[in-house]
């Protein structure tokens, strides 16, 4: 209940504020992938029309604030007719938030008020809206809704207010967020969160980390704190966009500290992610060698991953030229183990076809300038338990978005 009061009181305090303000420029964007996946075993063959969409606007009040609102709308399988209905179909606000903008002498202060996950760290926006770079997250990583590439590196979805500082005579910014979010069995906890990203011609860094406290109450204390979450992610690209560079990722969640308790709690399987990726850079040819351990929750999210831990082969081009404008061909080899992430695969002591599923994935896609916005077409076909049970999983889909 307290959860969505604070809820309504942020939204009708954001709705108001936009509505209020006749002279104002508008932008956004929208688009979504739908396609066919299925599962080809001996006896049993499985198959769903998977579909994602988004619609992102943005107000821009002259150059004092700034309106944002982003919603995301999923169904596993439009053949059952669940779209806006049923377990499987998710219609969910991802970001509402308005941002106030301040400048004094060389520095641009920004207050922001939000719901939903705000400027997360492990995707491209906080950096493309606030130096305007070419997107950094892995093309791996690509939301199946289209939308952008990148991953939260860990959960800021809440109720909350953000600050950013961003100096006009240094390439960095820096910045904290206060937030409202839930446990699993739905205790509010406070969360405060400090942030600092910097770009330069040769580095780039987008760094966010903070701590998160359970709000409880009992008999000898009107508040009671005893654990503290921890959680935090960074980004790094070492290099740039047009030489071969490294990209790393790295995030935690839920890290918990209890009074008392000297063990150090967490779920490597649901708390980290880690994603390296050498890149080389050509004229004509990009080539990606990418590691990763994902946390499973998020694996529905992406268009191309399906396996929590792997090693992919990325080659493309995107100098594929048209008469107008270029289009992007290329392909994924993906290697897999199935359930697993980097914990489990240091302990394990040995590797057995009872013990290890390994699947691998060859997905080739492109990228096609149409009508003012992307059509982006991929096919994957998968070989699946390899070293024990074979079997065989497919999809395609086909994707467009358009800003306007």
Known sequence: MRKTKIYSILAAFIFLQGICFADAGFTGMAGGSSGFAGRFEQDDVDFTIPFNAFAAVQLNFGSWGIFRANLGLASKNLAEGNLFKGQDATLQMNECSLTLVKSKDNIKNYFGLYLGTYEVVGKDEYLQRHFGIDPVASILTKSATTLAGGVPLYNNEGAGFSYTM???????????????????????????????????????????GGIGTP?????????????????????????????????????????????????????????????????????????????????????????????????????????????????????????????????????????????TK???????????????????????????????????????????????
């Open 166 to 208: 961003h100096f006009a005579d240094a390439p960095g910014t820096i910045g904290c967020n206060l937030y409202f979010n839930t446990l699993h069995d739905a205790v509010l906890k406070f969360n405060i969160d400090l942030r600092t990203a910097w770009v330069t011609n040769h580095f780039i860094i987008d760094f966010a």
């Open 215 to 355: 709000i409880k109450h009992d008999s000898s204390a009107y508040v009671l704190i005893d654990t503290i979450y921890l959680h935090g992610g960074v980004s790094m690209l070492f290099g740039n966009a047009h030489t071969s560079s490294f990209f790393i990722q790295g995030g935690i969640q839920n890290i918990s500290l209890t009074s008392g308790n000297d063990n150090i709690d967490f779920d490597a399987g649901k708390d980290i992610f880690i994603l390296a990726e050498p890149r080389i850079n050509g004229k004509k040819l990009q080539v990606r060698f990418t590691g990763f351990s994902i946390p499973e929750e998020l694996i529905h999210d992406f268009l191309y991953i399906d396996d929590t831990l792997g090693v992919a082969l990325s080659i493309y081009s995107d100098m594929i030229s048209l008469k107008t404008s270029n289009l992007t061909l290329g392909a994924h080899i993906i290697g897999a183990l199935e359930g697993e992430n980097f914990m489990t695969l240091l302990e394990k002591d040995e590797f057995t076809p009872d013990n």
């Open 358 to 404: 390994i699947n691998t994935y060859v997905t080739p896609f492109i990228d096609l300038p149409v009508a003012n916005g992307t059509l982006e077409i991929m096919a994957q076909i998968g070989v699946c338990n390899i070293l024990n049970s074979i079997y065989f999983k497919g999809k395609a889909k086909i994707g467009y978005r358009r800003a306007f």
